[in-house]
């Protein structure tokens, strides 16, 4: 069974800060890696989406990168904004089933 | 804002009471997904409707009733519920269920109470 860790749970940072969030899976067998952005009592948004194929994706300020062998995933966050603040989801699509399998999410304060 | 839009946006419910939550995507999708979210847990799959057949039931309760009339809209009828069916339900659509380039689109959610 797929399971989709996240670390950290949490993360403050100050206003202009680079950071990293981390994502790691235990099935290798993936259609592709999708990092969400939610939002307080809201939906998901969706970040970017990295194919399996694929070893990284940019959009802005915003890259995740994708090792498959390993299970990990990074999405980096440069010159970070009040506005970034958030919990960010990291999400498998599994071979063959097409469901996607979430992690718990980091929530991300940026202090101004 | 998404195209998928989620009514209501909160209910409160007793244990015996019927209720029906309504997804709507405006996006010409073909797959519409239902999702429950509770606190300190990841978002779980609950079903699937892919052109207007359901295909996945994730081993729900059978007090959730989902209901896909067409392609655009989605309904899950809740009924007997108990306290612990509290959570954040999200509704969710995307192109076609077997499509490994395309995203899903999430709604707003239904924040649903069981007294």
């Known amino acids: 069974k797929q399971e989709v860790t996240q670390i950290p749970a949490a993360l403050s940072v100050p206003e202009g800060e680079n950071l990293v969030l981390n994502c790691s899976f235990t099935?290798?067998?993936?259609?592709?890696l999708q990092w969400f952005r939610q939002d307080p009592g809201k939906g998901l948004t969706s970040l970017l989406l990295?194919?399996?194929?694929?070893r990284e994706q940019t959009s802005g300020r915003l890259n995740a990168s994708l090792d498959k062998s390993s299970g990990r995933s990074t999405l980096y966050i440069a010159a970070s904004q009040p506005g970034d603040s958030a919990t960010y989801l990291c999400?498998?699509?599994?071979?063959?089933?097409?469901?996607?399998?979430f992690g718990k999410g980091t929530k991300l304060s940026v202090i101004p | 804002e998404t195209g998928v839009t989620q009514t209501p946006r909160h209910l409160v419910m007793g244990m015996t009471n019927k209720k029906s939550l309504k997804c709507e995507q405006h996006?010409?999708?073909?797959?519409m997904y239902w999702y429950k979210q509770s606190a300190k847990k990841p978002l779980e799959l609950m079903f699937v409707?892919?052109?207007?057949?359901?295909?996945e039931n994730n081993s729900v309760p059978s007090r959730f009733s989902p209901e896909c009339p067409n392609s655009s809209h989605l309904f899950l009828h809740l009924h007997t519920l108990q306290p612990e069916d509290s959570a954040l339900y999200l509704c969710?659509?995307?192109?076609?269920?077997?499509?490994?380039?395309?995203?899903?689109?999430f709604g707003p959610g239904t924040r649903l109470t069981v007294l």
């Open positions: 969710a659509s995307s192109q076609e269920q077997t499509s490994p380039t395309d995203t899903q689109y």
């Open positions: 099935d290798s067998a993936i259609y592709n």
């Open positions: 990295i194919q399996s194929s694929q």
């Open positions: 999400a498998v699509m599994g071979a063959g089933s097409y469901q996607l399998t």
């Open positions: 996006l010409g999708h073909n797959a």
């Open positions: 409707y892919n052109f207007k057949e359901q295909t």
